[in-house]
């Protein structure tokens, strides 16, 4: 296999193993702020429980997501040296300020957040709380920035040519602020909180079913099932204004989302199908007549831009994306319906004894982690074959100092190591789920103290 | 080269700072790690790990956001090193990653064999990082082959050379002996006492790889020392350097543990700065072709981005010292183990 093919498969894996922990601490972070708040203000010590199991979980994940974002922050410069002296100057600022303002935020107030219990008061440490969750939204914030700028480039200018050129920036706030930052941002961080919640909606679910820690699991159900109705309907909103975006700014992105071969308006909204690349057609598909232009522009009679107004070397591969993005948006509309159905259980106060229900909970852990994860792919390969849109081949990034044998060798190694990991992960994670809560009566609180102790740190 | 302070030197020297920040910070938890097997029970092991628990992660933060302003400020730099050091690259993140996995399972479960191996992994990794960053320290004085279009042109095995060997090797003794001041603070008692005495030995570890890798330069490197005899006022850096290290058994002796760990830090930060003013202007040293080397003013972003990102910096350092402060605040003192701890 060529250097090209293999430094891909390196990034998409290393990348998409990383990425099953961030948006886990994102969503449990949301959740950690509201338990430990709900403990302040009312004093009832399960709520001091459910804080100290969630933030055992939270710290668990965490330290799987910076021991895989390390290699994440040297991947660019190892494996994809010629986009590294492109992008340096856009990209490299972006970057910077995810480490000044983000990462030392989160990682200074987690240690008071998992080790400080005992070490400050109370209000201090429910501050330590909302500041790892501020921290982990806000490495979010720059990191999905300099993706963006990737897929929408916006505040630059071109400079030197051939191998030597590269992009400068001349506009800060129009490079932040690109076209498709904003949509981006929400869409990602509500697939983060969905993550997190369906993991306390699984886990809690789970302890429903074998009746263990009753009260426990179902304060951290409603506490889960309200996040989820609430991010699961806000993707809704962010799914469509992010589609939208795509079609005024990446449009090959969007025709090869639906396989729209021809510009025309009335373009049909497929709901499944197989994507004949060579006939330029769908098989097997059901499609709403219209119903694209609609979307995009409100109107049936919009011109949707097909793929053939783009020459073959510049489309990305068709049935991919398609697949790709078609089943985040089923998934997508499948957490909306499950969170639906668990609100209306709880409104007529039988969610907590439903078991069909409650085991399609614990499984429905793994719908925004797939979801993250195919969103996510339908995104990067949608936008190939362009590194940065337009701007830059894939295939012309690479480092040119790596043979194929060095990233083989390195591949092999991140397969090795992030397996042992992720066993390590979920053995681990299992070992906090039978073990459970303290024990009520054994759990003397380890706050500091319990009078409030204002402005002592 | 003339020395003129624009933005590319404001950038040089707030990398420099980076770099020794994380240098003083992860450097003693390097050390800590490195000197883990030689502390004997599963107790005073746990004080170890707990001594850097709350605050290893935040000190890698260091690295991260060092990697990030390099990318920044000079692509190019961080463009042909990580991917001409691409084999060493790839086995540092690898140890990177076991050693923080270790840190973080090691007390998970209650089997000795299970600790164990965590112990070895903690311990073994800590050193192999402080080694191969000395080693690329050592690349960067010897300098390495660089093309006239930026790229590495040179192996993996080169990378090897004694010169840098050796560089590694007092890496990893400063590292210890940082670290075991470090570990004298947060321990006490039979523990403490054991840590004291080990001090003196790190100390004589690192004075001789230190004076042995200085005679080397001298002999073989000599370019390092030529910005100090263009100007002999640098050479209060080399002797504040050497104060600071003699200094550091004399606090020992005394019991004065925090104030020797200050000495550390700042014979730490005294040779970063050697090894900066010997560098200066260069980032990278392109051997034996010096006219492609990396420097400040080739391998840099535009003004444009040095300029937003000093702002960045100047907005955003205050608060990282704020955070970093209170953190060393809260968790002061004596390691206590309880439920929370590793």
């Not at chain 2, 007390?107 to 209650?110: D, V």
């Given at each position: 296999m060529d250097a090209e093919i293999l430094a891909r498969i390196q990034f998409a894996f290393t990348i998409a193993f990383h990425y099953i922990f961030p948006p886990l601490s994102i969503g449990l972070g949301v959740i950690l702020v509201i338990m430990e708040g709900t403990y302040l203000k009312t004093k009832n010590p399960i709520y001091e429980r459910m804080t100290k199991f969630w933030v055992k979980v939270f710290a668990l994940t965490f330290a799987v997501g910076v021991a895989s974002g390390i290699v994440m922050e040297f991947e660019f410069g190892t494996n994809w040296a010629t986009y590294s002296r492109y992008v340096g100057d856009v990209f490299g600022s972006a970057l910077a300020a995810e480490g000044i303002f983000a990462f030392f935020l989160e990682s200074g107030f987690l240690a008071i957040l998992v080790f400080g219990w005992d070490k400050v008061s109370p209000k201090m440490h429910f501050f330590s709380t909302i500041m790892v969750s501020f921290g982990s939204m806000f490495s979010a914030v720059w990191i999905v920035v300099a993706n963006s700028w990737q897929q929408t480039p916006a505040g630059y200018h071109i400079v030197g040519e051939g191998m030597a050129a590269r992009a400068e920036i001349t506009d800060f706030w129009a490079m932040v602020f690109n076209p498709s930052s904003v949509d981006r941002l929400s869409h990602t961080l509500s697939g983060a909180w969905l993550a997190g919640a369906f993991l306390v909606i699984s886990i809690s679910a789970w302890y429903l079913l074998k009746g263990r820690h009753i009260d426990f699991a179902k304060r951290s159900m409603k506490i889960g099932l309200s996040l989820a109705i609430f991010a699961s309907l806000f993707q809704l909103f962010t799914g469509h204004s992010s589609a939208v975006g795509v079609s005024e700014n990446q449009p090959a992105k969007l025709a090869a989302f639906e396989a729209q071969y021809e510009t025309e308006s009335n373009a049909p909204l497929y709901l499944f199908g197989w994507v004949d690349d060579d006939n330029q057609e769908v098989r097997f598909g059901i499609a709403l007549p219209g119903m694209l232009s609609y979307l995009i522009a409100g109107d049936t009679e919009h011109v949707v831009t097909g793929l053939n107004e783009f020459k073959k070397e510049d489309r990305p591969p068709v049935n991919v994306v398609f697949q790709l993005y078609h089943l985040m948006v089923a998934i997508g509309f499948g957490l909306i319906g499950i969170s639906l159905l668990g609100a209306f259980f709880w409104w007529r106060g039988k969610l907590f004894e439903t078991k069909w229900l409650l085991w399609a909970f614990v499984f429905a852990v793994l719908g925004p982690q797939i979801a993250n994860q195919v969103g996510w792919f339908a995104a990067e390969i949608g936008r190939q074959p362009w590194i940065v849109y337009n701007l830059l081949r894939t295939s012309d990034a690479l480092s040119q100092a790596v043979s194929s044998g060095q990233i083989i060798f390195s591949l092999i190694l991140f397969i090795v190591i992030y397996s042992l990991l992720f066993v390590l992960f979920i053995y681990l994670l299992n070992e906090k789920i039978k073990h459970g809560p303290e024990d009520p009566d054994s759990l003397d609180s380890e706050y500091k103290s319990q009078e409030p102790l204002v402005g002592k740190v | 080269m003339e020395f003129t302070f624009d933005l590319n030197t404001i950038w040089f020297i707030l990398i420099g700072v980076l770099l020794a920040g994380y240098a003083i910070l992860d450097g003693f938890d390097l050390g800590v790690g490195a000197l883990h097997l030689f502390v004997k029970g599963d107790t005073n092991r746990r004080i170890m790990l707990n001594s850097i628990g709350p605050v290893w992660d935040g000190n890698e933060v260091w690295l991260v956001t060092g990697g990030g302003a390099l990318f920044a400020a000079f692509p190019d730099v961080y463009a042909t090193v990580f991917s001409g050091f691409y084999n060493a690259m790839m086995l540092l993140l690898a140890v990177l990653i076991f050693r923080a996995t270790a840190i973080e399972f090691r007390?998970?479960?209650?089997s000795t064999k299970w600790r164990e191996s965590w112990d070895r992994a903690f311990s073994i990794s800590s050193i192999f990082i402080a080694f191969l960053m000395g080693v690329a320290l050592g690349n960067i004085v010897t300098g390495v082959p660089v093309g006239a279009d930026k790229e590495f042109a040179g192996t993996f095995l080169g990378l090897l050379n004694p010169y840098a060997i050796m560089v590694g090797i007092t890496t990893v003794a400063l590292f210890m002996m940082h670290g075991s001041i470090y570990a004298v603070m947060k321990t006490e008692g039979e523990l403490q006492s054991k840590l004291r005495s080990w001090v003196n030995n790190t100390i004589i570890f690192f004075t001789i790889s230190y004076v042995g890798t200085t005679m080397t330069t001298l002999v073989y490197y000599p370019h390092m020392a030529e910005p100090f005899k263009q100007n002999p006022a640098l050479y209060v850096v080399a002797l504040l350097n050497m104060l600071a290290v003699a200094n550091i058994p004399r606090e020992i002796h005394h019991g004065r543990d925090f104030r020797a760990f200050l000495s550390s830090c700042a014979s730490i930060v005294a040779l970063l700065a050697l090894f900066a003013i010997g560098l200066f202007p260069n980032l990278v040293l392109s051997n034996p072709n010096p006219e492609y080397s990396l420097t400040i003013y080739n391998a840099a972003s535009s003004q444009k981005t040095l300029e937003t990102m000093l702002i960045i910096a100047i907005i955003g350092i205050p608060f990282v010292l704020a955070y970093t402060i209170s953190i060393y605040w809260v968790f002061r003192g004596k390691v206590k183990l309880n439920k929370m701890s590793y």
């Open positions: - | 007390s998970k479960q209650a």
